[in-house]
């Protein structure tokens, strides 16, 4: 089965939408195996696609770049869902979304499944300082203080930026380490640090 459709040009534009859709169909199937707290393997999906794994692999990449963008896709959710339950007249509360986003984690069976099944692939997906999930976590970390910063209408006493960064190792200090030792993670006293550091 071939992944490009010769139907604009020679075939460059039909190539690229049919790229897209195939890896949005990848994260979709990815999404319902990982919910299932199922192993995301390479050849698993592609069979169940019926594609072969040299097209799976070019419409996501390898193996670590698929589950991140998988993991991704529900972190979203559920900062999104985070960020609707913080908002208070029409304005997102960051600590509220943030406390929200903190219970959402730890009531994901499927990411503390996968953890502790596969403990140092998962760390260095979570974790990674260059990957999806860490650089785009701080990104959305970023973009919700700097509304935070508006919603105020005064600065806070570290930039977003900075704020960002420390924000998301304290979380990934409680929460992953405990995981992975079948400890229950206390998200709590990260909570009361990020408290401190929004006054």
């Known amino acids: 089965m071939t992944d490009g459709v010769d139907e604009v040009h020679g075939g460059h534009v039909g190539r690229v939408s049919r790229g897209v859709a195939g890896r949005d169909a990848v994260i979709k199937l990815g999404r319902e195996v990982f919910a299932d707290c199922q192993r995301l393997e390479m050849g698993d999906l592609a ?3 019926g594609i072969s794994r040299i097209t799976l692999y070019r419409w996501v990449g390898d193996r670590e770049t698929l ?9 979203e959710d559920l900062l999104e869902a985070a960020e609707r339950r913080a908002t208070v007249n029409g304005e997102v509360v960051f600590f509220d979304a ?12 499927p990411l503390i499944h996968f953890i502790r099944e596969e403990p140092q692939f998962a760390l260095k997906t ?16 970023r973009a919700m203080l700097e509304r935070e910063v508006k919603r105020r209408g005064r600065a806070l006493e570290l930039a977003p930026e900075t704020l960002a960064y420390v924000i998301l190792c304290l979380g990934e200090s409680y929460l992953y380490p405990p ?4 400890h229950e993670p206390d998200l709590a ?10 006054r």
């Open 47 to 49: 069979a169940r696609l």
């Open 67 to 75: 589950v991140s963008m998988v993991l991704w896709s529900l972190t």
């Open 98 to 109: 943030y406390q929200n986003f903190n219970r959402y984690l730890l009531r994901s069976t």
């Open 126 to 141: 979570l974790t990674r300082p260059d990957g999806i999930i860490r650089t785009r976590l701080e990104a959305a970390f």
């Open 179 to 182: 995981i992975v030792l079948n």
């Open 189 to 198: 006293k990260a909570e009361e640090v990020v408290r401190l550091l929004l």
